[in-house]
């Protein structure tokens, strides 16, 4: 019956067992004091094949008989409290989330970065477009003719456009000290002449 | 004889089992594990104090912090893995309140980088050790491997192949060519055997300070 009770242990030590065998070694460890030492040497004997000498204790035997007074004298052990079932989800119950401060916090962040973005983003758009007509108007080479919105023809001089853009620099200045071009002469043939 | 401090893996977890039957109440299922883990959690105390008074204390203390933290143990990590951690935290808890007495002497502490424990040299003995204890410890590792040599080959395979290589039952009865009970009744066997060898050292110096 010891024989039969110690191979219990030694299979429980290797965790050989499982239902109604783990609990019955448990509860033979639990009240044989001969069980609980097996468990314990053969424990020890584990270590040392592994470790060496620095499997054995470093403490006296009573280690474990101490601590065990000690332990008596604490509360019982409690789960913790399971979440109260509502009956509604998890997304469907209306409660403020743990960072909702925060959350807040990077919204306006978010939208602030939003509208810096976007105002960086129209000036430069707006510089491109600026560099762009200044480079048209220096490469425009204007054509002899060129039709008026209301179908009129409009006689143009090549050899004076092409004076005027080369003279840019000489035209008029606005107030914002702008180029302001040149102000000059068209003939229009129509029609009504 | 010589090899890493590894344990040998469980078939089942059975520190799982162990930690919820103390949840539900068994305090003996606790004792099981604190039997278990104390010599490892000794050592790794050892190796970060000096003074065996304390090293005592703060394993004590190591323990009873784990048992009031068990409902919390969800079984992600090794039930050893946790209670390392805590071993660890405690310890150094320990080491600052200490640090801020002055009538504690810098001889009780190591420094903080001799807490790991794989950078520790697994098989030289720690400083909280006495001579006696030292001459002990070496007592016991002489005894199990006399005892481990002078097992029939049968038995001497089976639980090295159980307590070096970490091998189920079952991979063990692969190995073996025989059937798991066979296996089950080998360890067993060889494991009677040595402690055998090893009961009378224990009993020798029981009650002493090791």
């Known amino acids: 019956m010891n024989s039969y009770r110690d191979e219990t242990i030694s299979a429980l030590a290797d965790g050989q067992l499982t239902g109604s065998d783990f609990e019955s070694a448990l509860e033979q460890a639990a009240k044989d004091p001969h069980a609980l030492a097996q468990w314990e040497t053969y424990h020890l004997v584990g270590d040392v094949m592994r470790q060496g000498a620095a499997g054995a204790p470093l403490l006296d035997s009573g280690f474990t008989s101490r601590l065990m007074l000690r332990l008596a004298d604490e509360e019982p052990l409690r789960m913790p409290a399971p979440e109260p079932v509502t009956g509604l989800r998890a997304h469907e119950i209306d409660r403020p989330a743990a960072n909702q401060e925060s959350f807040y916090w990077r919204i306006v962040a978010g939208l602030t970065m939003v509208g810096l973005v976007c105002w960086a983003g129209l000036g430069s758009l707006r510089d491109k477009s600026d560099t762009e007509q200044a480079a048209s108007q220096a490469v425009a080479v204007p054509e002899a003719v060129q039709t008026a919105s209301n179908g009129s023809a409009m006689i143009r001089d090549p050899r004076l456009d092409e004076f005027l853009a080369a003279h840019r620099q000489a035209g008029g200045a606005s107030a914002l000290q702008m180029p302001s071009g040149f102000l000059r002469n068209a003939t229009f043939q129509g029609t009504a002449r | ?210």
């Open chain 2, 1 to 210: 004889m010589m090899s890493p401090s590894i344990p040998p893996a469980d078939t089942t977890d059975s520190d799982l089992m162990l930690v919820e039957r103390t949840v539900a109440g068994d305090q003996r299922a606790f004792e099981l594990l604190v039997i278990k883990y104390q010599r490892r959690i000794e050592r790794l105390i050892g190796r970060m104090v000096r003074d065996v008074d304390l090293v005592e204390d703060i394993a004590q203390e190591t323990f009873i912090r784990a048992y009031r933290a068990l409902p919390q143990f969800r079984g992600d990590a090794q039930f050893y893995t946790w209670l390392y951690r805590i071993a660890v935290n405690t310890a150094k808890k320990a080491l600052m309140e200490l640090k801020r007495d002055p009538l504690v002497s810098e001889s009780a502490f190591k420094s903080n980088d001799e807490e790991d424990e794989t950078s520790a040299v697994g098989n030289e003995l720690t400083s909280p050790e006495t001579p006696e204890t030292v001459l002990a410890a070496k007592e016991i590792a002489a005894a199990v491997n006399s005892a481990v040599d002078a097992l029939p080959e049968e038995l001497k395979q089976a639980v090295t192949l159980r307590e070096i290589e970490g091998l189920s039952y079952e991979e063990i009865s692969l190995v073996m060519n025989c059937p798991i009970g066979t296996v089950r009744s080998r360890i067993f066997r060889a494991r009677e055997a040595i402690s055998a060898k090893v009961k009378p050292l224990l009993e020798n110096q029981s009650g002493k300070r090791w």
